[in-house]
T-cell receptor
Framework: KAGVTQTPRYLIKTRGQQVTLSCSPI?????VSWYQQTPGQGLQFLFE???????NKGNFPGRFSGRQFSNSRSEMNVSTLELGDSALYLC???????????FGPGTRLLVL | AQSVTQLDSQVPVFEEAPVELRCNYS??????LFWYVQYPNQGLQLLLK??????LVKGINGFEAEFNKSQTSFHLRKPSVHISDTAEYFC??????????FGKGTLLTVNP
């Protein structure tokens, strides 16, 4: 079974731009979560979606948003990028109960 | 709210030596516990998990962990490490919400 895939793998943007990251979960998984990883703050939870509904949200500003499609694929959008948004963005998928999450390779975003 | 403390930020060991990476958590309710490994420029790979049942959990690559409820700990162990085990290891806890709370990570460096 194919793992979680994320596109693109690397991205360079400038301040003020917006960016959209994509995540395709493992086949049969309907829960998708997003995390931000930075050297200073570590791994932080952004949000989780199940059946196109956001079930939980972390403590990030409204510039960070996401959505999930009927095929369980998910996108994350960051508007008005700031230098501090430079990070590795990880997507994880799981079954309905979400007990175990399996991670993708991540998208490394650099904001200049 | 739950939290996770990884007591050592870096652990250097020699090849074939045993290793223990320590993890303590705080939560007032039952938890699910996980260890993930991250190799350079990659996502997180699930090493092992405790959901219920036996407190000694075996994972991939010869790792195991023991859940100790009274000490709120979930330490990761391996009896003999290899150079290829060099990576960052993250302990994580999940309560009822659909998110993982991670520790800051422990960088394991295996020297020849």
């Amino acid at each position: 079974k194919a793992g979680v895939t994320q596109t693109p793998r690397y991205l360079i943007k400038t301040r003020g731009q917006q960016v959209t990251l994509s995540c395709s979960p493992i086949s049969g998984h309907r829960s998708v979560s997003w995390y931000q990883q930075t050297p200073g703050q570590g791994l932080q939870f952004l949000f989780e979606y199940f059946s196109e509904t956001q079930r939980n949200k972390g403590n990030f500003p409204g510039r960070f948003s996401g959505r999930q499609f009927s095929n369980s694929r998910s996108e994350m959008n960051v508007s008005t990028l700031e230098l501090g948004d430079s990070a590795l963005y990880l997507c994880a998928s799981g079954l309905a109960g979400g007990e175990t999450q399996y991670f993708g390779p991540g998208t490394r975003l650099l904001v200049l | 709210a739950q939290s996770v403390t990884q007591l050592d930020s870096q652990v250097p060991v020699f090849e074939e030596a045993p290793v223990e990476l320590r993890c303590n958590y705080s939560s007032s309710v039952s938890v699910y516990l996980f260890w993930y490994v991250q190799y350079p420029n990659q996502g997180l790979q699930l090493l092992l998990k405790y959901l219920s049942g036996s407190t000694l959990v075996k994972g991939i690559n010869g790792f195991e962990a023991e859940f100790n409820k009274s000490q709120t700990s979930f330490h990761l162990r391996k009896p003999s490490v290899h150079i290829s085990d060099t990576a960052e290891y993250f302990c994580a806890v999940r309560v009822s919400s659909y998110k993982l709370t991670f520790g800051k990570g422990t960088l394991l460096t295996v020297n020849p």
